[in-house]
């Protein structure tokens, strides 16, 4: 759907997630106010919001889901559905009109990219030691556009990055500064992975975790 296309008033699913652009959501849909609000979105083919929604409140800022497949329909109405990240919206009005919420939305787009090969490169380096560990077999790096100016989204899904800072992701508008906050996130995180790696090798090679 192009962005002069995107409707002004969207449904909403206030969640403790945070959806990236062009991620996969798999949802279990159970709450009677959102079985009906999802069968409306596959009637009518539209988008909902996904908004990150704690006992702070609700977010500033979300993320367009589109369904793409309708996985397992249940006899009770239930279904399980899997959504991929779309646009990025601000929320300017929360209204509590229907049986489920609904959001008067603008979107948002970034300001112009320009590459930095230095730091893509280190940036993509420093994921792939991530991967590694992480999933114990490389990340296919060949078969993705690592120069597309949503990289840091595309990275940052497929790391356990915090709901604060996966946030805070979402709600930058510039593609180097995402990419400079995820070499941030991976640099204090991938000590503390090779650690837990290390004594639990140890642990699992002889029984006993020697923290030496």
Request: with cysteine; net charge negative; hydrophobic share 40%.
């Amino acid at each position: 759907m192009a962005s002069t296309e995107r409707p002004s008033r969207i449904p909403l699913f206030p969640l403790d997630v945070v959806l990236l652009p062009e991620m996969p959501l798999p949802l279990h849909i159970f709450e009677p106010r959102y079985k009906t609000m999802i069968r409306r979105c596959l009637d009518e083919k539209i988008e909902f919001g996904m908004i990150l929604a704690t006992s702070q409140g609700i977010a500033s800022v979300g993320c367009t889901a589109e369904i793409v497949r309708k996985a397992r329909d249940y006899s009770d109405g239930r279904m399980d559905i899997m959504a991929e990240g779309r646009a990025i919206f601000r929320l300017d009005e929360l209204l509590d009109e229907k049986e489920y919420y609904e959001g008067r939305v603008g979107y948002l787009t970034d300001g112009a990219y320009l590459r930095d090969a230095e730091k893509e490169s280190k940036l993509l380096a420093s994921f792939a030691e991530c991967h590694l560990l992480l999933a114990g077999r490389p990340w296919p790096a060949a078969s993705a556009e690592t120069d597309q100016p949503i990289l840091a989204y595309h990275l940052a899904a497929q790391l356990p990055v915090e709901l604060e800072y996966r946030q805070m992701l979402l709600e930058s508008r510039s593609e180097s500064d995402r990419r400079d906050m995820l070499l941030r996130w991976i640099g204090d995180f991938l000590p503390k992975l090779k650690e837990r790696q290390r004594i639990q090798g140890k642990s699992s090679g002889n029984g006993h975790a020697y923290l030496n």
